[in-house]
């Protein structure tokens, strides 16, 4: 055998010449490890050839940028000399940016929980050098503590192992390796023949499941640590929007937490935005981290609580008012600029850990004590914010400090006070040292912001957050879709064309890495008939088009639906020689749901019957999963209930005048679930004939006999009779509910 015959260093790697190779990455994540000793590589075929010409295993070390225990084990082992020489002498190190390459994360993950029984970042795997995983767990500490070995610990058992009992690491591998290729054929979907039709029971029967699991005290699911059930919240939002036995009780769930996140900790009381998790079961110790993709959902989440009215538990006003914060912090805080200095994309995330003087803090600038409150505040105004804010002398992160949680609605003379006084400790905190930002831009991630900005700006009446979601998109286009022939003209609907293709990340303006997962795909073409429905920009729903066009060749080119097209081969040999396909939800929809919605959506706008059969066959995951695992399924069970509903179309034809934008408006505030708009944006269009479009749904629509606009609501599209007023719009909508 070629492996290292000590455990001193010097040997093995060492007389290789080789070196820590992360210096030169783009990736925030891996560049906060290219000053290491131990000689990490990229993933790729070149670092898995050099473990099989040393016949060592990979040690895969998984994170991301924002995360904080990340930190604490690069810390505690990565930073550590003699540790990294046991690595350099007996592993092939290899490092990944879990946003960079999620395929890369979900396969390991998925060996990590089987293996350990749990999961989490930083995940820790081994691996043999054709990629399958025999050992795994997540953050090991630099010395023992009860029911957890050290670092340390771990990697001489691995050795160990690896050099005396072989046979028996490669026997563990492959039947890993064959379980989960049991488990990717019980998640296989056709798109092909015809998909039962959605039962409305099996939803009602959803609700009732998620009610057994809420947490109707603190609001939310389970117990700690809580996360932002996003995807589930947009099910019971739309589930509440349609009259049925359990339609209350949907709504009555989603408003408790919305409510409860908004009034606690996990928000931002001072600037905006959401925070990934919290670590506690009342939300008020958050997780600090702050990603694009939650704060997307979230946004999106409070709009459509907006649209459904709120509740006497937590009103629309106030939701709106979150959600206005949120938007501008995902702007102010996540944009990325141009040279003119308008936002053209959205970053990843902020760093849950704050730098000072060289030491990493968690959630440090967000933190407060009783005695720097009214340092800034002076006694009364400190003393009282402290008592709204719950910021005691014991503190509930560090001995002393706390993030600000009111955890409860503020009565009207507490909210006059925290409104002055807000101002006041933003200026401070903002001259604090600040938690770093990965600029990298992740196209699915973007899609969800593209959706979430243009219906906020809708809604909320913020043409500025509209303009946003059009630069977003416009990024999307230009940097991360390269679209077929380059240059070339546009084939006409129905000509065969090679599709294009949407590459997952770009770092300042350049695409570069992986092609896009199926979420990727997914979350674009939603994101892009979103701001369609908004702008009536044909081009977002031509580019939508052919985003889905692309996702079927690229995804289904046989029939079968799968997460990634073979990125690569060591992840293809760890899922045991077969192409998956993730039905579950985790912070973001399933990339399997995601795309049911898009093609629904897209089906409703184009009349494709062919589209509407794909989402309804992707739908056929969800009767095992709507009442055993319904917080897994969310966007399953929104796709389902939007598919329940028709969704309604809505044709918005007549020439721009405040009466066209009035009806517009009108229909951007229905709650009809899933509901799609297509609407004129030039006269000319218009002709005797009706409208001449590209969208469908529009193609022969005419305004009113005297011009003026007016809407068609349709299913199917087969539609009702024109209305030209809000009033009788609204009426016609209540009788398609």
């Not at 050099?163 to 690491?169: Q, T």
């Not at 079961?281 to 990603?291: A, I, L, N, Y």
Request: proline residues 6%; glycine residues 10%; contains cysteine.
């Amino acid at each position: 055998m070629k492996a290292a015959d000590s455990a001193d260093g010097g040997t093995g790697e060492a007389r290789s010449g080789a070196a820590n190779a992360l210096g030169g990455e783009p990736s925030a994540y891996l560049r906060q490890h290219a000053g290491n000793p131990v000689h990490w590589r990229p993933f790729g075929d070149e670092a898995f050839g050099f473990a099989a010409d040393r016949d060592v295993p990979v040690f895969l070390s998984i994170g991301y940028a924002a995360c904080h225990w990340c930190h604490v084990m690069a810390h505690e082992s990565f930073e550590d000399q003699e540790t990294a020489d046991f690595l350099n002498t007996n592993f092939v190190s290899i490092k990944v940016d879990r946003e960079e390459r999620p395929d890369v994360d979900a396969v390991y993950m998925a060996a990590t929980q089987a293996i350990s029984g749990e999961g989490g970042w930083p995940m820790s795997v081994f691996l043999t050098p054709d990629g399958r995983a025999f050992h795994a767990g997540t953050y090991f500490p630099p010395r023992p503590v009860p029911g957890r070995p050290s670092f340390r610990q771990v990697l001489e058992a691995v050795r160990e192992a690896w050099l005396e009992r072989r046979e028996g690491v490669e026997q563990n591998a492959e039947s890993l390796a064959r379980g989960m290729a049991e488990s990717q054929l019980a998640a296989a979907v056709r798109l092909t023949g015809s998909p039962d039709p959605v039962d409305a029971g099996l939803l009602s029967e959803a609700v009732g499941v998620l009610a057994r699991s809420e947490d109707t005290h603190d609001g939310g699911f389970g117990s700690a640590p809580k996360f932002p059930p996003s995807p589930v919240l947009e099910f019971l939002m739309r589930h509440a929007a349609v009259a049925s036995d359990t339609a209350e009780a949907a709504k009555d769930m989603a408003g408790r937490t919305l409510a409860a996140m908004s009034r606690s900790a996990l928000f931002d009381q001072l600037g905006g935005g959401f925070a990934r998790y919290s670590v506690t079961r009342d939300w008020s110790v958050p997780h600090f981290e702050k990603m694009l993709y939650d704060n997307a959902q979230l946004l999106r989440a409070y709009v459509h609580w907006v649209r459904l009215g709120g509740d006497a538990v937590y009103p629309a006003g106030e939701a709106a008012d979150v959600a206005a914060r949120t938007a501008d912090w995902m702007v102010g805080s996540l944009g990325v600029g141009s040279a003119a200095g308008s936002v053209q994309a959205f970053a990843s995330s902020l760093d849950a850990d704050t730098v000072v003087d060289g030491q990493h803090h968690e959630g440090a600038s967000y933190l407060w004590t009783p005695a720097e409150l009214t340092e800034v505040l002076g006694a009364e105004d400190g003393g009282r914010v402290a008592r709204l804010m719950n910021v005691r002398a014991k503190g509930t992160v560090t001995a002393s400090a706390s993030p600000l949680h009111p955890g409860r609605v503020l009565g009207y003379a507490d909210s006059v006070v925290w409104d002055q006084v807000r101002p006041r400790l933003l200026a401070v905190r903002s001259g604090r040292p600040q938690p770093a930002r990965d600029d990298k831009v992740v196209a699915g991630w973007n899609g969800l912001a593209v959706a979430a900005l243009a219906e906020a700006g809708a809604v909320l009446d913020r043409p500025d957050l509209v303009a946003a979601a059009e630069q977003a998109a416009a990024y999307l286009q230009s940097v991360h879709w390269q679209a077929p022939g380059g240059q070339a003209p546009r084939p006409a609907p129905g000509q065969n064309a090679e599709p294009g293709k949407l590459v997952r990340v770009s770092h300042s303006g350049r695409a570069r890495g992986i092609g896009g997962l199926l979420e990727d795909y997914a979350f674009c073409a939603d994101g892009l008939l979103a701001l369609y429905g908004v702008t009536g920009a044909e081009r977002w729903y031509r580019l939508a088009e052919d985003i889905l066009a692309a996702a079927r060749l690229r995804f289904a080119a046989d029939g079968t639906l799968v997460d990634t097209a073979g990125e690569s081969g060591q992840v293809f040999n760890a899922q045991g020689r077969r192409p998956g396909l993730e039905p579950f939800d985790n912070a973001t929809p399933s990339g399997a749901a995601a795309f049911a919605g898009a093609l629904l959506s897209y089906s409703a706008l184009s009349g494709s019957t062919d589209h509407r059969i794909m989402s309804g066959n992707i739908l056929s995951l969800l009767p095992p999963l709507a009442t055993r695992a319904p917080r897994a399924a969310g966007w399953l069970l929104a796709t389902a209930q939007a598919a329940l509903a028709g969704p309604v179309e809505a044709a918005v034809v007549g020439p721009g005048s405040p009466a066209r934008a009035e009806l517009h408006h009108a229909l951007m505030l229905s709650a009809s679930p899933g509901l799609v708009l297509a609407m004129t944006t030039d006269a000319g269009t218009v002709s005797g004939a009706g409208v001449h479009s590209a969208v469908p749904l529009l193609e022969g629509r005419t305004p009113a006999a005297d011009g003026s606009p007016q809407v068609f609501l349709c299913r199917g599209m087969a539609c009702h009779r024109p209305v030209g007023s809000v009033a009788e719009l609204l009426d016609q909508l209540a009788t398609m509910a």
